[in-house]
């Protein structure tokens, strides 16, 4: 069955640490995004993907990174974690379609300290 | 500024009962609207969607109806069930692959 994967399930970190967070994607869709979702914010998009080899900048993308390695992987990376930064981070992988679906991770709960 | 904007915040519905969901938005180059539905602990998952060409789209109970030139969508739950509690997220996007965007939701509580 097609999926998209996250991993870890839940994360604590230092601040000031890098964080890695992974996402993988068995539905062979071209496109690949991350968004953050936080109480009174819903859910934001920080970095998105059109293929292997790219990335582009959502709407919060700063103190965020992203690297897209293969069409399966897309990870967001935040290099200086910040206490800002817990929230609860969903991955999701869409095709071209004009009205096509998004298929959400079931997300990734980040706690910095 | 909230791009779409979404009402009300939450929603308590007797079982049986029609629950109604609104969304506004400013930018007319939204093209596609897609309702979300998410539970506790899960990542959000697609209930219906709706182009900017059609008006109403219909699946099971829910019913997505669409006003170009008020730039406002809702969304119809009939025969609400306990099962149908949930926050749900109206969302917008411009164009291929470049993201949705998102109200900040509704809680819906549906009472037995």
């Known amino acids: 069955e097609a999926a998209v994967t996250q991993s870890p399930r839940n994360k604590v970190a230092v601040t000031g640490g890098k964080v890695t967070l992974s996402c993988n994607q068995t539905?062979?869709?071209?496109?690949m995004y991350w968004y953050r979702q936080d109480t009174g914010h819903g859910l934001r998009l920080i970095h998105y993907s059109y293929g292997a080899g790219s990335t582009e900048k959502g709407d919060i993308p700063d103190g965020y990174k992203a690297s897209r390695p293969s069409q399966e992987n897309f990870s967001l990376i935040l290099e200086l974690a910040t206490p800002s930064q817990t929230s609860v981070y969903f991955c999701?992988?869409?095709?071209?379609?004009?009205?096509?679906?998004?298929?959400f991770g079931s997300g990734t709960r980040l706690l910095v300290i | 500024q909230q791009q779409v904007r979404q009402s009300p915040q939450s929603l308590t519905v007797w079982e049986g009962g029609t629950t109604v969901l609104t969304c506004s938005y400013e930018d007319s180059t939204f093209n596609y609207f897609p309702w979300y539905q998410q539970f506790p602990g899960e990542g959000p998952a697609l209930l219906i969607s709706?182009?900017?060409?059609?008006d109403k789209k219909e699946d099971g109970r829910f019913t997505t109806f669409f006003n170009k030139r008020e730039k406002k969508l809702s969304l119809h739950i009939i025969d609400s069930q306990p099962g149908d509690s949930a926050t749900y997220f109206c969302?917008?996007?411009?164009?291929?692959?470049?993201?949705?965007?998102f109200g900040l939701g509704t809680r819906v509580s549906v009472f037995p």
């Open positions: 999701a992988s869409g095709d071209d379609r004009g009205n096509s679906d998004y298929t």
């Open positions: 709706i182009l900017s060409v059609s």
């Open positions: 539905n062979n869709h071209n496109n």
């Open positions: 969302a917008a996007r411009r164009g291929y692959a470049q993201g949705l965007t």
